[in-house]
């Protein structure tokens, strides 16, 4: 009888060890199929971040080519206007001398035309 009883005790632990055995295999499992979730959810976003990362590379290179471009027009147009700036210069140099010529010629042409005489009245 007390055999019995001893084996039944053991019986019922050896129950219970399953039955807890089975809880922690099924908790096991759950958390092998969430952890299977969450990577392939970190796996997914890593993709996004990849590819985000890639469209910003492309908008930072194309961004970088405009302001190249531009600085390169820019000083262009500089040159440009340094260019027009000096040409007006000189222009306005050249207008200069002109008008000093045709001052000296209107003058020099009022002091040999001879002496326009007053006809007597």
């Not at 084996?7 to 759950?30: H, L």
């Not at 958390?31 to 997914?44: G, I, M």
């Not at 600085?71 to 040159?79: N, S, Y």
């Amino acid at each position: 009888a007390r055999f019995r009883a001893d084996a039944a005790t053991a019986n019922e632990a050896a129950a219970k060890a399953t039955a807890t055995a089975d809880q922690a295999r099924t908790a096991a499992d759950a958390a092998r199929a969430a952890t299977a979730a969450a990577e392939q959810d970190l796996a997914a976003e890593r993709e996004r971040a990849q590819a985000r990362d890639a469209e910003l590379r492309q908008v930072r290179e194309a961004a970088e080519a405009t302001v190249a471009d531009l600085r390169a027009r820019l000083a262009d147009a500089t040159a440009e206007r340094d260019a027009a700036r000096d040409r007006a210069a000189q222009l306005a140099g050249q207008v200069g001398d002109l008008a000093a010529a045709l001052a000296a010629l209107g003058a020099a042409q009022k002091s040999t035309a001879p002496a326009q005489v007053s006809p007597a009245r």
